[in-house]
T-cell receptor
Framework: DSGVTQTPKHLITATGQRVTLRCSPRSGDLSVYWYQQSLDQGLQFLIQYYNGEERAKGNILERFSAQQFPDLHSELNLSSLELGDSALYFC????????????FGPGTRLTVT | AQSVAQPEDQVNVAEGNPLTVKCTYSVSGNPYLFWYVQYPNRGLQFLLKYITGDNLVKGSYGFEAEFNKSQTSFHLKKPSALVSDSALYFCAVRPLTDSWGKLQFGAGTQVVVTP
């Protein structure tokens, strides 16, 4: 168990809908990362927050947004969902932005029908 | 731009035999290098990392990896594979110049260890 929790574990929704994925980092970790894992794109970095502030952006669509709250948990919002958004979404955390290894949560499997 | 290549989609090995999973990278400057393992329906688990120093890095579950700067490689090895090592393995890189720590992952290599 990495200490990173993600909810929900599974999510099934229809095209055009909006969903929110939640992540709680390991105790004391300030940095949160979101990744998307799909069969065709592999593991892609989406966005990083450090102590409440956005620090890095990767291949994140404009329909997607995220935030990190004062208690350090993070939410990834996905809107106007398309079939191609079906994927595993992982959250990872690390102690600081300069820390090396990231610890991953179990993921949220999103299925868009 | 940085990139990571895992040239083998799948590696098959008999239990008890040595296991090698290959990784090469391309990054400006010196890299931080990582190996992660993913079991079915699970998140990624950190195995080991190379930051600096000794080129041979030892990690969890008996795995080790060798950093080779001239060949820009960071191959993962285990002297004697177990059936329980069957999983998806990812190599990842982060340039030293990237202070915010996002990782670039390879496509993954499926390891199948047969009894």
């Amino acid at each position: 168990d990495s200490g990173v929790t993600q909810t929900p574990k599974h999510l099934i929704t229809a095209t055009g809908q909006r969903v929110t994925l939640r992540c709680s980092p390991r105790s004391g970790d300030l940095s949160v990362y979101w990744y998307q894992q799909s069969l065709d794109q592999g593991l892609q970095f989406l966005i990083q927050y450090y102590n409440g502030e956005e620090r890095a952006k990767g291949n994140i669509l404009e329909r997607f947004s995220a935030q990190q709250f004062p208690d350090l948990h993070s939410e990834l919002n996905l809107s106007s969902l398309e079939l191609g958004d079906s994927a595993l979404y992982f959250c990872a955390s690390s102690a600081s932005s300069g820390s090396h290894e990231q610890y991953f949560g179990p993921g949220t499997r999103l299925t868009v029908t | 731009a940085q990139s990571v290549a895992q040239p083998e989609d799948q590696v098959n090995v008999a239990e008890g035999n040595p296991l090698t999973v290959k990784c090469t990278y391309s990054v400006s400057g010196n890299p931080y290098l990582f190996w992660y393992v993913q079991y079915p329906n699970r998140g990624l688990q950190f195995l080991l990392k190379y930051i600096t120093g000794d080129n041979l890095v030892k990690g969890s579950y008996g795995f080790e990896a060798e950093f080779n700067k001239s060949q820009t490689s960071f191959h993962l090895k285990k002297p004697s594979a177990l059936v329980s090592d069957s999983a998806l393995y990812f190599c990842a890189v982060r340039p030293l110049t990237d202070s915010w720590g996002k990782l670039q992952f390879g496509a993954g290599t499926q390891v199948v260890v047969t009894p």
